[in-house]
């Protein structure tokens, strides 16, 4: 095989300036001499303060060490327990089909562990629907209560 078989003398993408000095000398030269071994401490400045210019003592290139990134505390479920204690009386009550709703999102918000987004939108229909569940016993509660009161014996 031969030494130059990605850019071998018949490639027609090899460069064919490669190894050759550019023909009016450093296109991007400057004007002004430069000093000898490459760059070199400005003429007359002193060296920066201590605490200046360099990497910070014990850590390297001036990076802090590493630490892990924030996390947030796990979210507290005593909501989301208080929220299935409600639906499992809603469903031992009268009410028993509707907790049923509010039994199987609590129960979703507690089993929840990855996505607490999800978790706290299922928390917040439980709490809706058992809401509502409450708000219909009330007002059923009230007409007979009314019914019964105002009825002649």
Request: a negative charge; one cysteine or more.
């Amino acid at each position: 095989m031969s030494e130059n078989w990605q850019s071998g003398p018949n490639d027609p993408y090899g460069d064919p300036y490669a190894g050759q000095p550019h023909p009016q000398g450093d296109p991007y030269g400057s004007p002004y001499p430069q000093p000898p071994g490459g760059y070199g401490d400005p003429a007359g400045y002193p060296p920066p303060p201590d605490g200046y210019g360099g990497p910070a003592a014990g850590h390297a290139h001036g990076m802090e060490p590493y630490a892990a990134p924030y996390q947030e505390a796990p979210p507290s479920q005593t909501s989301a327990i208080a929220a299935l204690v409600v639906s499992i009386l809603l469903v031992v009550t009268c009410c028993g089909f509707l907790g049923v709703i509010g039994l199987v999102f609590s129960a979703l918000s507690l089993t929840e562990k990855i996505d607490r987004e999800k978790a706290r939108r299922h928390l917040r229909y439980a709490w809706i629907s058992n809401g509502v569940i409450l708000a219909i016993m009330a007002v059923l509660a009230c007409l007979i209560g009314f019914a019964i009161a105002t009825s002649e014996t």
